[in-house]
T-cell receptor, first 114, second 117 residues
């Protein structure tokens, strides 16, 4: 699986936007970019995914660089509930080895200050 | 719709014993994946079951095994427990259709915290 690199930790203030970066310089053409987050004492939860175009949903936005070697998860207004570990994951959706498998890195620990 | 449930939530075992963990996926989901989470190694994929067949497998020793029943419920078993098996074991479910795009969102349970003494 192609590797992702994320900062170990980031901090934000409540109600401010947060930009969480992810580098994936070895991404292949069939790799989708997924983001999951894990709140304290919970299992991970899906946030968003994309292939080439920027994506928006009710939780966040995903901005993908034109060369796809990096992406940024954007939380438009951070709340205390957004404090979590955020994982950027590449998933090859062309191959059978992807069935049911997510390859997690170390993720970014996001701290949100009141 | 009920979420993914895992039982038990906490478990304490001693070295050499074996353990069985259970996962009930979201109703209608046919794929169940298992993960191990430790402070040192993070979240690691164990295996995935679909329609009672193991379809994908991570890099874990044969002491780790699983199965899936006709109602999609899944169990994983760890035999001859070692101290290093202490971890949070998470399961996740997806609809599991043949189209890989259905795997975009995995729904995780709260996990089973296993402590090996």
């Amino acid at each position: 699986d192609a590797k992702t690199t994320q900062p170990n930790s980031m901090e934000s203030n409540e109600e401010e936007p947060v930009h969480l970066p992810c580098n994936h310089s070895t991404i292949s053409g069939t790799d989708y970019i997924h983001w999951y987050r894990q709140l304290p004492s919970q299992g991970p939860e899906y946030v968003i995914h994309g292939l080439t175009s920027n994506v928006n949903n009710r939780m966040a936005s995903l901005a993908i660089a034109e060369d796809r070697k990096s992406s940024t998860l954007i939380l438009h207004r951070a709340t205390l509930r957004d404090a979590a570990v955020y994982y950027c994951i590449l998933r090859d959706q062309a191959g059978g080895t992807s069935y049911g498998k997510l390859t997690f890195g170390q993720g970014t620990i996001l701290t949100v200050h009141p | 719709k009920a979420g993914v449930t895992q039982t038990p939530r906490y478990l304490i075992k001693t070295r050499g014993q074996q353990v069985t963990l259970s996962c009930s996926p979201i109703s209608g989901h046919r794929s169940v994946s298992w993960y191990q989470q430790t402070p040192g190694q993070g979240l690691q994929f164990l295996f995935e079951y679909f329609s009672e067949t193991q379809r994908n497998k991570g890099n874990f020793p044969g002491r780790f095994s699983g199965r899936q029943f006709s109602n999609s419920r899944s169990e994983m078993n760890v035999s001859t427990l070692e101290l290093g098996d202490s971890a949070l074991y998470l399961c996740a479910s997806t609809p599991g259709l043949a189209d890989l795009s259905s795997y975009n969102e995995q729904f995780f349970g709260p996990g089973t915290r296993l402590t090996v003494l």
